[in-house]
């Protein structure tokens, strides 16, 4: 008789994951969270009342190429915590609270070990976000991937008050640029990455690189800075204007996308430090400056555009939240509709 585990789908495999991870995704329950795992749905018992006006964020994302470098790590625990970064900073530009998340692991044959390290990372980037995991989707897939490869997706959903949704539209010329320290590559620009350094290179991930002061791959794998608590603290501390989340595009085509028409922004190159793995991929594989802004985050993770006369203490309150803040530019008027970013230095 020929069963579905014979087809390579290990049902009883699954059930024993989700009891593996269950005290993980409970640590991560808000008081609003009304089911536990396993069930068909997650319920959530949305406050309305502590809300004037209240509107729903969403955000969706994955972790892009930078699982092959988990896979070659073989290494599992913090690309989770990448995951819920890209979907959670999206949505705090607008100036929302993540509230709750779900995410979608996809391989072929699950490995319970290595799920539930993506999982316990998922966990902790929902902690870090403090916002609920309250359900996911482990799909097995047989021979749709490759041995030992997997991929990961997220849905995060936040509020916000409708008075005190950030969109930009505010921002004019004058207005100060700062920037948020990133905590290295991120998840955007791997291909880029290992085009350069794996291939080209012909580094390994555990090449010991002296300027990066450790192995290649520990480097790669730093997990992606959360920012998103500290965007509400900064928002009881002053107005915020305008936010951008730093990712593929780097800061030339994200940081337009909260300009108004006929606004510009001249960012002052050397005015943070460009973090080491930043300049050995560019060394090391010939890649021109405009091209590395334009693909990496170089050093800056979130930007925040503020009035100037709250500048100052935008960045004293970031940097009692833990956060490296550098005065990275200015706004500038500009006769296109389309913004650009001007860098000078």
């Known amino acids: 008789m020929t069963t579905y585990r014979d087809a390579g789908v290990d049902i009883d495999a699954g059930d024993e994951f989700v009891e593996r991870i269950k005290p993980h995704v409970r640590a991560t329950f ?4 009304m089911t536990d795992l396993g069930g068909f749905g997650g319920l959530f018992r949305f406050q309305a009342n502590r809300y004037q006006d209240p509107v729903l964020v969403s955000g969706t994302d994955g972790v892009g190429t930078k699982l092959k470098i988990a896979f070659l790590m073989d290494k599992h625990d913090t690309v989770g915590i990448d995951l819920v970064a890209m979907c959670v900073n999206d ?5 929302a609270e993540p509230l709750f998340f779900l995410d979608y692991f996809a391989t072929g044959k699950l490995s319970i070990a290595t799920a ?8 902790d980037g929902c902690r870090q976000a403090g916002c609920a995991l309250i359900g996911g989707e482990t799909a097995e897939m047989p021979s749709f991937y490759g041995e030992g490869e997997y991929d990961l997706a997220g849905f995060a959903v936040g509020v916000v008050d409708r008075p005190k949704i950030i969109d930009g539209k505010q921002i004019a010329p004058g207005d100060v640029v700062i920037g948020l320290a990133s905590s290295g590559v991120h998840s955007n620009g791997f291909s880029l990455v290992r085009k350069v350094l794996l291939e080209r290179s012909r580094l390994t991930v555990e090449t010991v690189v002296p300027e990066l002061g450790g192995a290649l791959g520990e480097t790669l794998l730093t997990p992606t800075r959360i920012y998103a608590k500290q965007v509400l603290s900064l928002m009881e501390c002053c107005p915020i204007k305008g936010i951008a989340h730093i990712t593929g595009g780097g800061i030339t085509d994200n940081l337009p996308r909260v300009f108004p028409a006929r606004c510009g922004a001249r960012i002052r190159r050397g005015s943070w430090p460009v973090l080491p793995i930043f300049e050995a991929i560019q060394s090391r594989g010939a ?21 100037p006369d709250h500048a100052d203490r935008v960045m004293a309150k970031a940097r009692e939240l833990g956060e490296q803040a550098h005065h990275i530019g200015e706004m500038v008027a500009q006769q296109t509709e389309e913004g650009v970013v001007d860098y000078v230095g």
């Open 116 to 123: 539930a390290a993506v999982v316990k990372g998922i966990s």
């Open 30 to 33: 808000r008081p609003e969270v």
């Open 287 to 307: 890649v021109a400056v405009d091209e590395m802004y334009r693909v990496f985050n170089m050093g800056i993770g979130l930007i925040l555009v503020v009035a």
């Open 91 to 95: 949505i705090a530009v607008s100036g």
